[in-house]
Nanobody, 122 residues
Framework: QVQLVESGGGLVQPGGSLRLSCAASGRTVSTAVMGWFRQVPGKERELVAR???????LYADSVKGRFTISRDNAKNMVYLQMNSLKPEDTAVYYCAAGPGSAYRGTLDYDFWGQGTQVTVSS
């Protein structure tokens, strides 16, 4: 089992930045695919970014050039640096861990955090 705990969410003005962190425990996630998803009420959970154990990264088109995903396998941590935030980035952000084959679907991932709220508003 893997436990994931997100932190770093909050209220930020448009154009601002936030850094989300995801702490993994239970067993190492160094070989796992780690992803950040987000969800707004009434919509499906969508992939924001995912990073493979070897460092290969995939971003949603809507966040390319603004968000950066990274991982520190020694610390069992995954991060999402979010810059130039827009009101449409408002959502609950979830950290997820999956096997090496995990891609962009929620069913690809086996373990989920409880989420952290990000609100972008003036």
């Amino acid at each position: 089992q893997v436990q994931l705990v997100e932190s770093g969410g909050g209220l930020v003005q448009p154009g601002g930045s936030l850094r989300l962190s995801c702490a993994a425990s239970g067993r190492t996630v160094s070989t796992a695919v780690m992803g950040w998803f987000r969800q707004v009420p009434g919509k499906e959970r969508e992939l924001v970014a995912r990073i493979r154990s070897g460092g290969s990264i995939l971003y949603a088109d809507s966040v390319k050039g603004r968000f950066t995903i990274s991982r520190d396998n020694a610390k069992n941590m995954v991060y999402l640096q979010m810059n130039s935030l827009k009101p449409e980035d408002t959502a609950v952000y979830y950290c997820a861990a999956g096997p090496g084959s995990a891609y962009r679907g929620t069913l690809d991932y086996d373990f989920w955090g409880q989420g952290t709220q990000v609100t972008v508003s003036s």
